[in-house]
């Protein structure tokens, strides 16, 4: 069964003021002097930014499908398997958890939010998620635990208990 993972409303504003931010950084110095008295700069800097919003785009999560064997992270660059097996335990997350959370590594609302994250209750995280309303955490053997929010997370939760 596949579910969506759509966008909270501070992931769609994070990730359309980064892609005004790129194009306002992109375009600005063009409006400050001819486009011929520029120099590498002009063409280094649309580069990285492009690579950079690509790369994000690419690993951001776009949905989750529970099968018999595996509960899959969609992505359009190499989809995330997690086998149902090795999941000990599927929790359900209120509202407010994301409050007291860290990033360590990851993004933090352009294309959603995922990578690395830290909680003193629950200790060391990975998630893959779209909006922070609707969590659900997954126990997985050797101690790792992995975050996924889909729009229908109480099916979700049924779904894999």
Do not use: C
Not at 1 to 28: E, Q
Not at 110 to 122: C, Q, V
């Amino acid at each position: 069964m596949k579910f969506i993972a759509s966008l909270d409303n501070l992931a769609k504003g994070i990730t359309i003021s980064t892609i005004v931010i790129f194009i306002f950084t992109i375009a600005f110095p063009y409006f400050l002097q001819e486009p011929s008295a520029m120099g590498m700069e002009a063409i280094i800097i649309p580069i990285f930014l492009f690579i950079i919003f690509f790369v994000l785009f690419l690993l951001r999560t776009i949905s989750y499908s529970i099968t018999d064997q595996e509960v899959i992270i969609h992505r359009l660059w190499k989809d995330v398997k997690i086998s149902r097996t090795a999941i000990q335990n599927v929790e359900l997350l209120d509202k407010d958890f994301s409050k007291n959370v860290l990033r360590t590594f990851g993004v933090g609302g352009f294309w959603g939010y995922w990578g690395r994250f830290s909680d003193a209750s629950i200790g060391n995280m990975t998630w893959y998620v779209t909006r922070r309303d609707k969590m659900v955490l997954l126990k997985i053997l050797d101690n790792k635990k992995v975050i996924l929010s889909p729009d229908e997370v109480e099916i979700f939760v049924e779904k894999l208990k």
